[in-house]
């Protein structure tokens, strides 16, 4: 059985940085890609970023490009995001997904597991 478990959430001020982590487990991932998407309040969910996980492709929506950064690390089965800079706009439950293949998507359906999320507050 696949499990998602995502951490490091919490609050921070504007301009400040979180990594979020998600521990993998229950499957071997390599022949998968990760993503994260987020939904805020009010708000359908979006994608954020994704990780090819053999190979490290990546691929990021325009709104965090420059500022996130996906990784994973392979002997620990867990994929982290990087936030920098964060907006109060970046202020969402952030969720982990896992999708069977190689190819990287932004699209939620592409996905075939997901984790329970992790809350992201960014203050003005």
């Known amino acids: 059985q696949v499990q998602l478990v995502e951490s490091g959430g919490g609050l921070v001020q504007a301009g400040g940085s979180l990594r979020l982590s998600c521990a993998a487990s229950?499957?071997?991932?390599?022949?998968?890609?990760m993503g994260w998407f987020r939904q805020a309040p009010g708000k359908e969910r979006e994608f954020v970023a994704a990780i090819r996980w053999n190979g490290g492709y990546t691929n990021y929506a325009d709104s965090v490009k420059g500022r996130f950064t996906i990784s994973r690390d392979s002997a620990k089965d867990t994929v982290h995001l990087q936030m920098n800079s964060l907006k109060p706009e970046d202020t969402a439950v952030y969720y982990c997904a896992a999708k069977k293949g190689y190819l990287l998507s932004g699209r939620i359906d592409d996905y075939d597991y997901w984790g329970q999320g992790t809350q992201v507050t960014v203050s003005s």
């Open positions: 229950g499957r071997t991932f390599s022949s998968y890609a």
